[in-house]
């Protein structure tokens, strides 16, 4: 009987183990990078022992069927630690991995093989290009779905012990808990969503996106309105099929450039089936450290040699500034047409600005992060060409809150922790510290002081100035906000100087007309010192106004004169890129002779011996001014328009003056014309080139202020815009033709050099050609006597050849210096400048 039940209990023992091998066991979870959250695509989860694994999606998610005996899986990526993690032994279960980065990177691994078959495969992207790229076809549109995050990063000790960070410390212990095990805890900024539809055509090529909805949250955002035109996907754009890719206001060289032998080491690493493709996976070096280019993973597919996804990363040692880490990862869909299309591209940059400095590198950090989904995707239907006028739209219903609008639209859920950030960042906003620091940080980038009531103050780089004419120059001004109105915008100064004891002022009004299209009226008055040379009536274009003003008004005035202004003005934006000013303005002149500074005057009848001096004067004139740049991006900001600069297209500004005697007290009649055109040119490897080009010519015969004086520079600043060995009113013209030209060499020369790689000194040089010309009646205009009989220069003209200098130079020194030699090589007898200058500038660039 005993040897029965012992036979019977064997019996069950077997029976229960083969029903629990025969059962099965559900694991999902993610896979993502512990330093800042985000997933990690085809990354491997596999049973510890085995090959018996899975890979994961785009969104860094996975989903496995195990036996009910397996008891641990491990994932694992190129560029990451291995990590291992229990597997519970009953049940479906969520298990999540946090992976770290690892130390070593892909240039350290060593690759040997008679022939690399990598070649082939690049070659053959490279040759499909133009039947992949999605700018083959003759036009697309999409649904976009763009989500933006900011966050600090790296939570030292000793900024968790800041007065201002305990006042949060709520939000810190919420963070350390949505952090993890193994996550490292980021202090949330900003988050954002959008969606819209974007349009392309190919000839012409145009591009919309029309924003239809944003939800914005972030520490210092009161309105969005600024924000929601530059968070939709018009400005996550990145196709890896052009040779070239702007990032960061930097150019990247893609892998699959066409002449990507110069640049990168290629291996076939892999192959899988992603979604239905056969992909080889070849991974990508630089081969040099200092490039702008990637490291890191691409999947092509083995039928069309096309992109399916890519995975890549900028090396630490490259030379671009402030940033840690860049991470670009993109999955592609083939069209109906066979180009393919993005439809998930996920951005990552790590910045440490202080780091840069020589501050410690653990210091905190700004983390951003954006993520990009397309879908509904329609190509070659292209839209008529007005279609595209209004490069980028607002809905009306843009910031207006609607919960189900998001349920219902939105491409991928918001994860908990996303969820758990707009609320912490709402929490935040209302802690009186934090308002305060943000309102500082707002007030120096826009160089205005937000007085409530509807009114900033400034800019306050203009309150204070001191020269020889006014001594210590005092000045208050401002501008009405939005929140006053929405069509009304009254802007002015006051100013007054201790020496001169005299009180200027301005006072404008303007009313915005339209907004699509861009349409504004105004009046403005002014009485002001000015110096002749360094006025704004012939700068072409956005030239950092503000601050040459805030440099001219400490300087020691030469040449100063009283201008009295009163003028209309008309901006339209007439059509896509082509916008039109109209300015009629009666300006009244006159000369300051304190203590004999400007004893100036002119004859008031050249052809008369016996002329009379006149020093006094005033004019009338009208004023068109046309401006097109095709692929210029404007955004409005409250109750000004901004423009964000050209993507390929020059600027191109003609000017037309129309000075009239007679009316309304103008005592010359004359013709101005002037044009200007400025281009950027991005050379690759080589750098980048700005050009700009400009020529006018005045017929009839004017008073000195009315030429065009060259700005000349005798401070220790460089200034991009003058003639840095010239005098100030060193020369004037009436008729000139001058070429600007500064080419940056980025890393191309100075990465050869070890010591000046590790410093990411960067190369840059200069030319300056002027070649002009005063016409005799102009000359016969001018007197040699002043106006006390005392001797009065006569007015300097160029001669038959032109004025030319060169420089060359270091930018970048601790990231924000620039030196400049200039050599002046024409015009070096009886000159007011230098033969050679040394210059300095501060400038911020990745």
């Known amino acids: 009987m005993s040897n029965l039940r012992t036979l019977l209990a064997a019996l069950l023992v077997i029976l229960s183990t083969a029903t629990i091998c025969g059962q099965k066991k ?44 397996t008891d641990s899986l491990i994932a694992s990526y190129i560029g990451y630690l291995t990590k291992a993690k229990p597997v519970a032994g009953f049940g479906d279960q969520v298990l999540n991995f946090q992976l770290i980065e690892s130390v070593q990177d892909l240039d350290e691994v060593v690759f040997v093989a008679e022939e690399n078959p990598a070649f082939s495969i690049l070659r053959n992207a490279v040759d499909n290009k133009p039947k992949n790229n999605k700018l083959s076809l003759s036009a697309y549109e999409y649904e ?64 919309k996106e029309f924003i239809r909805k944003t939800k914005i949250s972030g520490i210092g955002i009161e309105d969005g309105t600024l924000v929601s035109q530059v968070i939709g996907s018009t400005f996550q754009e990145y196709n890896f099929y052009q040779n070239w890719l702007n990032i960061w206001n930097k150019e990247f060289v893609s892998p699959v450039a066409d002449g990507w032998q110069g640049y990168y080491d290629v291996y076939l690493m892999d192959s899988l089936d992603i979604d239905g493709h056969f992909c080889y996976r ?60 993005p439809v998930k591209t996920r951005v990552l940059t790590d910045f440490h600005l202080l780091g840069e400095f020589g501050f410690k590198k653990e210091m905190t950090g700004i983390l951003a992060k954006f993520f990009t989904s397309n879908k509904k995707i329609t190509v070659n239907q292209p839209h008529p060409v007005k279609f595209y006028d209004q490069k980028l739209e607002l809905s009306e219903e843009v910031r207006i809150p609607d919960d189900e609008f998001w349920e219902q639209r939105r491409h991928v859920a918001l994860s908990p922790t996303e969820k758990n950030v707009m609320i912490m960042i709402d929490t935040m906003k209302q802690i009186p510290p934090v308002k305060r620091a943000t309102d500082l940080v707002t007030y120096l980038g826009s160089g205005y002081i937000d ?55 301005g006072a404008g009004i303007d009313y915005i007309l339209s907004r699509k299209p861009w349409t504004v009226v105004g009046v403005y008055s002014s009485r002001d010192i000015q110096q002749i040379g360094l006025t704004f009536d012939d700068v072409f274009g956005d030239l950092r106004l503000i ?16 201008l009295e202004e009163n003028r209309i003005h008309f901006k339209k934006e007439l059509h896509r890129g082509l916008n039109q000013k ?11 002779n304190l203590d004999s500074t400007f004893n100036y005057a002119f004859q008031v009848d050249p052809s008369s011996i016996e ?49 009239m005697k007679g009316f309304l007290g103008g005592d010359f009649t004359y013709h101005k014309v002037a044009f200007n055109a400025v281009k950027s040119l991005k050379m690759g490897f080589l750098g980048v080139s700005d050009l700009s080009l400009t020529g006018s010519k005045i017929f009839g015969a004017v008073p000195l202020p009315l030429l065009s004086s060259h700005i000349g520079n005798e401070s220790p600043y460089y200034i991009a815009i003058a003639y840095n060995t010239m005098g100030f009113s060193e020369y004037v013209s009436d008729t000139y033709a001058s070429l600007n030209y500064q080419h940056h060499f980025e890393g191309f020369l100075l990465n050869r050099i070890p010591i000046f790689k590790k410093l990411k000194w960067r190369t840059v040089a200069t030319m300056n050609v002027l070649k002009g010309s005063v016409s005799d009646e102009n000359l016969a205009l001018h007197s040699d006597v002043g106006i006390n009989g005392e001797s009065n220069s006569p007015i300097r003209a160029l001669g038959n050849e032109p004025y030319v200098e060169v420089g060359y130079g270091i930018e970048n020194i601790f990231r924000i210096l620039r030196i400049d030699a200039i050599h002046r090589l024409t015009y070096l007898e009886d000159l007011q400048g230098d033969k050679f200058a040394l210059k300095f500038s501060l400038q911020f660039s990745f």
């Not at 990354?43 to 785009?58: C, L, Q, R, S």
Request: avoid cysteine.
């Open 582 to 592: 109209v300015i009629l303005r009666n300006r009244t002149y006159k000369p300051i």
């Open 26 to 69: 559900t694991v999902s979870g993610k896979v993502t990078d512990a330093s800042t959250g985000d997933p990690i695509p085809l990354a491997n989860v596999i049973v510890k022992g085995t090959d018996i694994g899975t890979t994961t999606d785009f969104t860094g998610a996975y989903q496995i069927t195990l036996p009910l005996s």
């Open 451 to 505: 007085l409530g009531r509807k009114f900033e103050a400034g800019p306050y780089p203009l309150f204070y100035a001191n020269n020889n004419i006014e001594g210590s120059r005092i000045r208050f001004g401002g501008r009405t906000t939005i929140d006053f109105s929405n069509k009304w915008i009254l802007n002015g100064y006051l100013a007054y100087g201790t020496r001169d004891e005299t009180l200027k002022y």
């Open 547 to 562: 601050a040459f003003e805030t440099f001219y008004r400490n300087l020691d005035y030469r040449t100063p004169y009283s």
């Open 144 to 207: 976009s779905y763009t989500k933006i995050e900011i966050d600090l990063d790296n939570l030292t000790d000793k900024f968790r012990d800041r007065k201002i960070i305990k006042r949060v410390k709520q939000v810190i212990d919420s963070v350390d808990q949505m952090a993890g095990e193994d996550g490292q805890a980021i202090l949330p900024l900003f988050i954002s969503e959008s969606i819209s539809d974007f349009y392309y055509r190919s000839s012409p090529e145009l591009k």
């Open 282 to 341: 070849l991974d990508v070096i630089p081969k040099r450290e200092g490039d702008l280019a990637f490291n890191g993973s691409i999947w092509i597919t083995k039928a069309e040699y096309a992109i399916k996804q890519l995975d890549l990363s900028i090396n630490k040692v490259a030379n671009l500034n402030f940033i840690e880490k860049l991470k670009i990862q993109q999955e592609l869909e083939p069209t109906a047409k066979g180009p393919w299309i």
């Open 611 to 659: 002329s009379e001096l006149q020093q006094d004067f005033q004019t009338t004139e009208i004023m068109l001014e046309t401006r097109f740049s095709g692929d210029e991006r404007w955004i409005q900001n409250d109750n000004q328009r901004v423009s964000l600069g050209t993507i390929n297209s020059p600027i191109l500004t003609f000017r037309y003056t129309l000075g």
